[in-house]
């Protein structure tokens, strides 16, 4: 396993990490999700904890294991859930990374009790989550505030327009359309864009090295950035 890369990059910073799916119940039987099984995150949260930081790593609904005793895992399931953690956590981190797949819609309605099954259609009403990574950037401090897009088209543009709206200092952008790249997978390949740079492509690789070079990006642009 590649997950010795130990140095002290980020020794004495706290790094705050949002990782997999959330999941949006409708009955006690059923609910909305995406297909984030939570890797890249995971892997991100292991190479920070490698480098010395001090990690809190808040899972969504996930099937990953984390034995790293520089990470504390936070479970949760839901948006709004994810919302509360990262907010309660936000002021105290250093640098925040956001590889969660939210989602984006909820039911309306949740049912307490299991629905039946009718002759007719169910048409369920959806309505917008929170939008977390925004609202952190709204009111973003001190912190570094890394997001993620995840694109099926047009990959580059939509995510830098997502970094500059969503106030962020780097963006890492997938196009999820990509073979080897995306969801569920082992690997990735990505492009980071901070708020001067070129974008930078990382090519094809494990989701644990993709991790190790986004970490030392961020790295390379704290030490650049002017406070
Ligand atoms: N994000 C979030 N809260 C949401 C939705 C998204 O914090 N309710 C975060 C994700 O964790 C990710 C970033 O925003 O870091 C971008 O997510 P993405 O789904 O690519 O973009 P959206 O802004 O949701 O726009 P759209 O899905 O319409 O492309
Ligand atoms: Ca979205």
């Known amino acids: 396993i590649e997950h010795q890369k130990s140095n002290t990059l980020f ?3 706290k790094v705050l990490v ?3 799916p959330t999941q949006e119940k409708v009955d006690p039987i059923r609910y909305f999700t995406n297909k984030s099984s939570g890797k890249m995150g995971f892997a ?12 809190t790593l808040v899972a969504g609904a996930v099937n990953l ?7 504390n895992r936070i479970n949760v399931t839901t948006a709004a859930e994810m919302f509360e953690t990262m ?12 590889a969660a ?20 259609d169910w048409q369920v009403e959806m309505e917008r989550t929170k939008d977390i990574l925004q609202s952190l950037g709204d009111v973003k401090q001190d912190q570094f505030l890394v997001g993620f897009a995840a694109e099926t088209s047009n990959a580059l543009q939509h995510g830098i327009s997502k970094l500059h709206k969503k106030h962020l200092d780097a963006i890492v952008i997938n196009d999820v ?3 080897g790249a995306g969801f ?11 708020k001067s740079q070129q974008p930078e492509e990382v090519s094809l690789t494990s989701k644990y090295e993709v991790a190790n070079r986004l970490m030392a990006f961020i790295a390379r642009d704290m030490k650049d950035e002017v406070k």
Do not use: C, L, W
């Open 11 to 13: 020794t004495g910073k």
């Open 18 to 20: 949002s990782a997999g």
């Open 44 to 55: 991100i949260a292991e190479a920070a904890a490698n480098m010395g930081a001090e990690v």
């Open 65 to 71: 294991e984390t034995s790293n005793k520089n990470i």
């Open 87 to 98: 907010h309660q956590q936000f002021q105290s981190n250093d640098i925040v990374i956001k």
């Open 101 to 120: 797949a939210v989602a984006d819609y909820r039911p309306k309605q949740i049912y307490d009790e299991k629905m039946k099954k009718q002759p007719n």
């Open 177 to 179: 359309s990509v073979d």
């Open 184 to 194: 569920g997978g082992d690997t990735n390949i990505v492009t980071y864009v901070n």
